[in-house]
Nanobody, 116 residues
Framework: QVQLVESGGGLVQPGGSLRLSCAASGSSFGINVMGWYRQAPGKERELVAYIFRHGTTTYGDSVKGRFTISRDNAKNTVYLQMNSLKPDDTAVYYC??????????WGQGTQVTVSS
């Protein structure tokens, strides 16, 4: 069983930056892929980015060039650096972990609001 705890969300102005963190605890055997989805009100959950244990990354089209995902395997922690934030980035951001790109465990979510 893997538990995930996100932190770092908040309110930021357009053009600003935020850094999300997600720490995993419990069994580490199930942690190969870690990543982020987001869900805005009235919209479907959307892939933001994911990263394999060996470092390969994938990004959703809407965040390419603005967001960077990274991880510290020793700490079982994944990070999401978000730059050039736009109002459309407003959403609840969910961390996930799994053996494959299909999420196995989810965090509770952290709110990111981009507004002036």
């Amino acid at each position: 069983q893997v538990q995930l705890v996100e932190s770092g969300g908040g309110l930021v102005q357009p053009g600003g930056s935020l850094r999300l963190s997600c720490a995993a605890s419990g069994s580490s055997f199930g942690i190969n892929v870690m990543g982020w989805y987001r869900q805005a009100p009235g919209k479907e959950r959307e892939l933001v980015a994911y990263i394999f244990r060996h470092g390969t990354t994938t990004y959703g089209d809407s965040v390419k060039g603005r967001f960077t995902i990274s991880r510290d395997n020793a700490k079982n922690t994944v990070y999401l650096q978000m730059n050039s934030l736009k109002p459309d980035d407003t959403a609840v951001y969910y961390c996930y972990a799994g053996l494959t790109i299909t999420p196995g465990s989810w965090g509770q979510g952290t709110q990111v609001t981009v507004s002036s």
